[in-house]
T-cell receptor, first 112, second 115 residues
């Protein structure tokens, strides 16, 4: 099963670009990488998902190198409202079900 | 408006009592999950279910039980055997009929306090 490792915390200022990297050395051939954002006392919400190279949507970009052993979530021009915990998740199909295990996440703090 | 509903938002129980947390989804998703989150910690998987009438233990299943009698419902019972039940509980679902990589949809959680 792919285990993920992320920095525990990051600090930034409004208007800056933030890059959060996740390591997943044991990722399997068919696994995708998914990122979630969580605010206090709420459930995580989906941000972006990718398999390889680069994916971009209206809120973020996801960069995945050729070996797929890591991925980087890029948040352009962050604001105070981006202060949250960010999780990367790699699905592992065990055959008996879809065991989705989260890592500890990265606490992003954005200041003025 | 499709989504996942967890109820109640806050729940208080005395030690030694079993308590059942509700999770209902109207997204027609096959898979459902229960996670536990402690203050300042990540999410830990308790149980998950791929289809009706089938479920698997996650990483911290001891002291918990689940049932999946209907596709839209996946209730979690916190039993008296769970030594530290006070936590934030999150339910999620995903459309694994499309792909096992389908993103998770989460409810807004139930905060359980046991004294």
């Amino acid at each position: 099963l792919a285990k993920t490792t992320q920095p525990i915390s990051m600090d930034s200022y409004e208007g800056q670009e933030v890059n959060i990297t996740c390591s997943h050395n044991n990722i399997a051939t068919n696994d995708y990488i998914t990122w979630y954002q969580q605010f206090p006392s709420q459930g995580p919400r989906f941000i972006i998902q990718g398999y390889k190279t680069k994916v971009t949507n209206e809120v973020a970009s996801l960069f995945i190198p050729a070996d797929r052993k890591s991925s980087t979530l890029s948040l352009p021009r962050v604001s105070l409202s981006d202060t949250a915990v960010y999780y990367c998740l790699v699905a592992s199909n065990t055959g008996g079900g879809n065991k989705l295990t989260f890592g500890t996440g990265t606490q992003l703090k954005v200041e003025l | 408006d499709g989504g996942i509903t967890q109820s109640p938002k806050y729940l208080f129980r005395k030690e030694g009592q079993n308590v059942t947390l509700s999770c209902e989804q109207n997204l027609n998703h096959d898979a459902m999950y229960w996670y536990r989150q402690d203050p300042g910690q990540g999410l830990r998987l308790i149980y998950y279910s791929q289809i009706v009438n089938d479920f698997q233990k996650g990483d911290i299943a001891e002291g918990y039980s689940v049932s999946r009698e209907k596709k839209e419902s996946f209730p979690l019972t916190v039993t008296s055997a769970q030594k530290n039940p006070t936590a934030f509980y999150l339910c999620a679902s995903s459309d694994t009929g499309v792909s096992y990589n389908s993103p998770l949809h989460f409810g807004n959680g139930t905060r359980l306090t046991v004294t």
